[in-house]
């Protein structure tokens, strides 16, 4: 078994194993040239800025923040802070100023990291609303700060305190100090409803997790590793770290919306995504499919269903598939499947974790069947990541979210609900004794809010509890397992499905507008806006004939009856969707009340 290290000290332990190996490619802000530093250097950087943190008097278990997307200041500045044993706290580059105040205020913290210049405006403009808050460190150097502003100074200032290590002899008696009970992170929860919670997660959670997952996930230090999703994200974050721990290289991808060209440019072998990715990947391929001759159609056809049959009816269950089978199966990847991964710069694929988010069975099958290892699996921030996904060498079960992790105790609790207790689930929510004692049960149990079951040792989701939703028939619906089944229709770019005390299932959707727009242009239907396009009758007909197909499956009561095409996104500024993308059910409802009424009016 690999030799775990304490976070505080695993960047200096790595780097005298791997020594000049490169660790992290990167790209600077605003540049588009990937570079790369080796573990050494990543060593040396980390160093400087526990030293330079010191000079703050940055004390054992205070607080500092980093508000900021990707980058590799972040993880200079994570693995820094652990070094002296501070607690990071990480916001989301798209957090509002209200939010930030309520965080920086609520976990006191003393130094905020900034990223780029929107997020050095909003620090700057709550700074004098925080107490407690003294200094601002800004990752981009061409942010332009302000000439009233003598609390920031640029990160290459930062961690010029720390050049020359001055502080090193202090700085290794923090290491020798680290235990596993300081507090590591407060990551603090986006929230559907209410006010964000801070969820503290340890050292010993972080160690616990990192075992057990080293133990099911067949992550090595030959992989390529993309960052994909915000280090502020558990999942993400978790996963970024038993990479490292797996002596794995990192791809750090700052630019998000670019995700797709740095792909193609830097051939990554693993990334950690939510399932809105794969569906945008099943949405592209299949709309090739349908832009082809017939016998391209039929020949990729044909490909996909025995790739399905391939992987899905005998690789998934632990059965060794026929002879002819797989033969048809390596001619279809050696010359079809194999040029679908291609184009997506996955060369040489090895795993792809999925959670956050309701995968639909159909999605599941499809990225097996192009031949990428999609491990599904289900957790929380308040699990530091994963409570249970597919293991390596074991059957999976398309439709569950895998096994559970060593380690973790479950019990099905009323209404179905799934309450778990383990090494990894964290000690409380800080500073809200009150949100502890519903979360957790007398016997230590924590409630997930989520429902399911086990099935042969795998777990299944059937709903979030709260987002259940009883008609006024009396009869429940399971909102998010609707939605996934539009989702991955081509002119469905977000929907949110409404039966809450109603007597029949609606929806708002927001429609993918330049497939939208194509489509009238080739049908020669003419509109003044987007608003009258979504209200056209022609659009209206197509949409409801692909909604019917899509929901065949659903009883008669879960199907949608009505729907409105919705002229614009849902956003996070008009408070309907979290920083990571989740729909704020409440505030859509609210805000859209006119337009709900007049469905149910019809």
């Known amino acids: 078994m690999q030799k775990r290290y304490h976070l505080s000290v695993l960047i200096h332990e790595q780097a005298k194993k791997y020594g000049s190996r490169e660790v992290l490619t990167f790209r600077h802000f605003g540049d588009e040239k990937w570079k790369t530093l080796s573990w050494n250097q990543f060593s040396l950087r980390v160093k400087q800025v526990s030293n330079a943190l010191l000079n703050f008097g940055i004390k054992p278990q205070e607080s500092i923040g980093v508000f900021s997307q990707n980058c590799i200041q972040y993880l200079y500045t994570d693995f820094g802070a652990y070094g002296i044993r501070a607690i990071t706290v990480p916001f ?33 403009r709550i700074f004098a609303f925080c107490p407690k808050l003294e200094r601002m460190i800004i990752f981009d150097h061409s942010v332009r700060i302000s000439s009233h502003d003598p609390n920031a100074i640029y990160f290459e200032d930062f961690l010029a305190m720390g050049e020359n290590l001055p502080r090193q002899s202090e700085l290794e008696q923090r290491w020798a100090a680290a235990n596993h009970e300081d507090i590591c992170n407060i990551l603090y929860t986006s929230g559907t409803t209410g006010e964000s919670k801070g969820v503290v997660l340890t050292y010993k959670q972080y160690d616990a997790a990192l075992e057990a997952n080293l133990k099911c996930l067949p992550i090595t230090d030959h992989d390529r590793v993309m960052n994909f999703l915000p280090f502020t994200h558990v999942f993400e974050r978790a996963w970024s770290y038993l990479c490292l721990y797996a002596g794995a290289e990192l791809i750090v991808n700052t630019n998000p919306k670019e995700i797709q060209e740095s792909m193609r440019e830097t051939h990554p072998t693993c990334m950690a995504v939510v399932p809105r990715f794969w569906e945008k990947i099943y949405i592209a391929v299949h709309q090739k499919i349908e832009e082809s001759s017939s016998i391209n159609r039929k020949l990729f056809t044909s490909a996909l269903e025995v790739a399905r049959k391939y992987q899905i009816e005998y690789l998934s269950k632990g059965k060794r598939p026929s002879l002819g ?111 502890n004692a519903i979360a957790f049960e007398p016997d230590g149990f924590f409630h997930t809010g989520d429902a399911g079951y086990l099935k042969d040792g795998e777990l299944y989701l059937t709903e979030r509890i709260k987002d259940l939703y009883k008609t006024s028939n009396g009869k429940y619906i399971a909102p998010q397992k609707i939605e996934s089944m539009l989702l991955v229709d081509k002119y469905v770019e977000q929907v949110v499905v409404i039966a809450e005390q109603r007597k029949f299932v609606a929806a708002l959707i927001v429609p993918d507008f330049n497939l939208l727009e194509q489509y009238a242009a080739d049908h020669s239907i003419h509109y003044d806006g987007r608003e009258s396009l979504c209200q056209n009758a022609q659009v209206m007909k197509m949409m409801k004939d692909r909604i019917d197909t899509l929901q065949q499956s659903l009883t008669s009561y879960e199907r949608i009856k009505y729907f409105t095409l919705i002229p614009h996104h849902f956003t996070m500024e008009r408070g309907e969707m979290t920083n990571t993308l989740k729909i704020r059910r409440v505030a859509i409802t609210k805000n859209y009340s006119e337009v709900i009424e007049r469905m149910y009016a019809e």
């Not at 209200?98 to 700057?124: C, P, T, W």
């Not at 079809?336 to 996955?346: D, F, T, Y």
């Not at 895998?402 to 929510?429: A, C, D, F, H």
């Open 325 to 435: 089978l797989s033969l048809k199966y390596q001619m279809y990847d050696k010359t079809i499947i194999s040029m679908v991964r291609k184009q997506l710069g996955l060369v040489h694929p090895n795993i792809f974790p999925t959670a956050g988010a309701y995968v639909s069975p159909e999605i599941e099958s499809f990225v097996h069947s192009i031949g990428l290892n999609i491990i599904v699996g289900y957790g929380l921030t308040e699990s530091t990541a994963t409570v249970s996904c597919d293991h390596k060498d074991k059957p999976y079960t398309v439709g569950s979210v895998g096994r559970l992790l060593e380690g973790i105790e479950i019990k099905i609790g009323e209404n179905n609900e799934i309450l778990l207790k383990g090494p990894t689930i964290t000690p409380g929510y800080y500073n809200r004794e009150d949100a």
């Open 92 to 124: 989301y580059a798209t957090s509002s100023e209200q939010q930030m105040q309520f965080m920086i205020n609520d976990s006191g913290i003393r130094v905020l990291f900034v990223g780029e210049q929107e997020q050095y405006d909003k620090a700057h």
